[in-house]
């Protein structure tokens, strides 16, 4: 069961996940290289099938790909996350974890973790370092980022970024998106202030 409203959530985890993995020392494309791929593709902005993921990654000389789903039961919320081998042609069992919706950005961050240690090497911090790293941004504010990333015009874009920074001002993905769009609408002082 996953509401209409809550779209976002796979957005914030394609946001997430890139972060976590570089923590942990796997090499990763961030969302931002994704869509630059995708738009060089002329393939629209939103959740991908398998098959656009593959094309995605060949243009990014990637070798995986995270592909999976979530579920949102009331406010508990489920992650499953496989790793599809493009070399091998194979995909890994689920990587699963559940937890309150709240707690988003911590089960994508001990989600990664897992994914790291199965795709190896080893990652390059020891688990208790790893998940003592601070995170990307209160809950408040990773909603709102989410609602920015799944918008459907600029204006509403704009709306929902600078609510996630004025949730928590460090959110500093929120703070380069809104620069981005800024830029993009010419709106140079704004941008400036932003950024």
């Known amino acids: 069961n996953t509401p209409a409203d809550s779209g976002?959530?796979?957005?914030?985890?394609?946001?997430?996940?890139?972060q976590s993995l570089g923590e942990a020392g796997v090499a990763v494309i961030d969302r931002a290289d994704r869509l630059r791929a995708q738009e060089a593709l002329e393939i629209a902005h939103g959740p991908l099938?398998?098959?656009?993921?593959?094309?995605?990654?060949?243009?990014?000389?990637?070798?995986?790909?995270?592909?999976?789903?979530?579920?949102?039961?009331g406010t508990n919320l489920t992650l499953s996350l496989r790793i599809l081998d493009l070399e091998r042609g194979s995909l890994s069992t689920p990587f699963v974890i559940a937890g309150p919706r709240e707690s988003l950005a911590d089960l994508a961050h001990v989600l990664a973790w897992d994914i790291a240690l199965a795709a190896g090497p080893p990652p390059v911090l020891p688990r208790a370092a790893y998940l003592t790293l601070p995170l990307a941004a209160p809950f408040e504010a990773i909603e709102a980022y989410g609602g920015g990333l799944t918008a459907a015009d600029a204006a509403t874009e704009q709306k929902y970024l600078?609510?996630?920074?004025?949730?928590?001002?460090?959110?500093?993905?929120?703070?380069?998106?809104?620069?981005?769009?800024?830029?993009?609408?010419?709106?140079?002082?704004?941008?400036i202030d932003t950024l």
């Not at 976002?8 to 997430?16: A, F, H, P, R, T």
């Open 49 to 73: 099938t398998r098959a656009t993921s593959v094309r995605v990654a060949e243009a990014t000389e990637a070798s995986r790909v995270l592909t999976g789903t979530f579920s949102l039961q």
């Open 162 to 191: 600078v609510k996630a920074l004025q949730a928590y001002p460090a959110y500093h993905q929120a703070r380069l998106t809104l620069g981005r769009l800024q830029l993009q609408a010419r709106d140079f002082d704004a941008a």
């Open 8 to 18: 976002w959530i796979g957005e914030i985890v394609s946001d997430l996940l890139p």
